[in-house]
């Protein structure tokens, strides 16, 4: 029975939403890693682009240091014992696996005014989520006024800039409705426990697949951001979604970008507390940028290349380590990359897509992603038609 391979009869399975959003373990105890420092800083940000027309004078405060009422307003009421936001680096519950006591937030940086608290925080729970908040402060109460998932600031000059740019969307009151996650985990469920059915007990291990979903269910920017270490496995938990896209379109009262989510596989763990230790991506708190952009198109010929270029910025070291992912099985099947040249499979993969990623030397949870359509040659096109 599938029951009897997987940890405590049922599917070793459990959702969590990011969106980065660009990624998480149950209590995560190094989600995400990070050996900040709060410095003595303060700047003036304007807050005109939320609707709020004043400036403010904020300085940069830790966990412990924000107002009681924002403190009371960040507890989960699920989790009561907790104090609600870790500082970074300190552990918080990343998954919707809850450790009591434990806070279901991770401060990356908070800023307190006169009158305002702006703070961007990882929220785990049943979502991982990159988010902002800013609470308006008057006699003892702390009132949200603003809440955007998957933007924000990484430091209190990054936070002034994202609220000054106009490209902060409020998400207040937009959340995606439970009950359509519910469904587009369900899918991804039945096709998980279809495709390990007949896979023997030694294939243990856990990973964790991120991806977006775009307003029309199309799946993008998906990606392997935590492996088992058996291609088998991570080859079946990446169909288990592939082959349930495209999801239905995006309810329409979501009036967000898009959703990401990060899906976390566990097939035969010898105890639950191996959920644990699933390792999160690390998503860069660095200055350091990375993007990455090709000369020509991003189909290429199987056997073929292409010219794919990394750009670091932010530090002098501009190396990159590239990394090929893909629902192919064997990394003989995704193809190479020397010095900036992708050069194609021999064979064409099935499914035809990799996802080539590029990590700074220099930080490596700097990193962006692109991907490449391996295409058959035009000359077998060609040759294939009547």
Request: aromatic share 6%.
């Amino acid at each position: 029975m599938i029951g009897a391979r997987l940890d405590f009869g049922i599917l070793g399975f459990v959702a969590t939403l990011i969106l980065v959003s660009l990624g998480l373990s149950a209590c995560s105890r190094g989600v995400p890693t990070d050996t900040h420092q709060v410095q003595k800083t303060e700047v003036t940000i304007n807050l005109e682009a939320l609707g709020i027309n004043r400036r403010e004078t904020f300085k940069e405060v830790r966990a412990n240091a924000l107002p009681k009422a924002v403190q009371l307003r960040l507890r989960d009421p699920e989790n009561p014992t907790s104090t609600g936001l870790a500082d970074a680096g300190e552990p918080f519950n990343s998954t919707d696996i809850i450790e009591p006591g434990v806070p279901m937030r991770s401060l990356v940086v908070a800023g307190l005014s006169q009158h305002y608290c702006a703070l961007s925080y990882w929220q785990g729970g049943m979502a991982l989520m990159f988010k902002t908040s800013i609470f308006e402060l008057s006699d003892g109460v702390a009132r949200l006024v603003w809440v955007s998932s998957q933007q924000g600031g990484f430091n209190l000059q990054d936070l002034k800039e994202e609220i000054e740019s106009r490209r902060m969307h409020n998400d207040l009151r937009e959340e995606t409705p439970k009950s359509y996650m519910q469904e587009v985990m369900r899918e991804v469920e039945v096709r998980w426990v279809h495709l390990i059915h007949d896979f023997p007990e030694s294939s243990r291990g856990k990973l964790a697949i991120a991806f977006e979903i775009a307003r029309d269910g199309n799946v993008e920017n998906m990606r392997l951001v935590a492996s088992s270490g058996d291609a088998a496995l991570d080859c079946a938990a990446w169909r288990s979604i592939t082959d349930s896209a495209p999801f239905p379109p995006l309810p329409g009262e979501f009036a967000g970008p898009y959703p990401t989510l990060r899906i976390p596989f566990y097939s035969n763990l010898v105890k639950a507390d191996d959920r644990r230790h699933l390792q999160p991506h690390s998503f860069s708190k660095s200055t350091v940028k990375v993007s990455i952009s090709a000369a020509g198109s991003l189909r290429v010929p199987v056997g073929g290349s292409e010219v794919i270029t990394a750009k670091v910025r932010g530090t002098s070291e501009q190396g990159v380590e590239w990394r090929i992912t893909g629902p192919g099985c064997s990394a003989s099947t995704l193809g190479k990359v020397m010095g900036d040249l992708y050069i194609a499979p021999p064979a064409l993969p099935n499914p035809a897509v990799v996802t080539l990623t590029a990590s700074a030397k220099a930080d490596p949870t700097a990193k962006a992603s692109i991907k490449v359509h391996i295409v058959e040659p035009a000359s077998a096109q060609t040759s294939s038609e009547p």
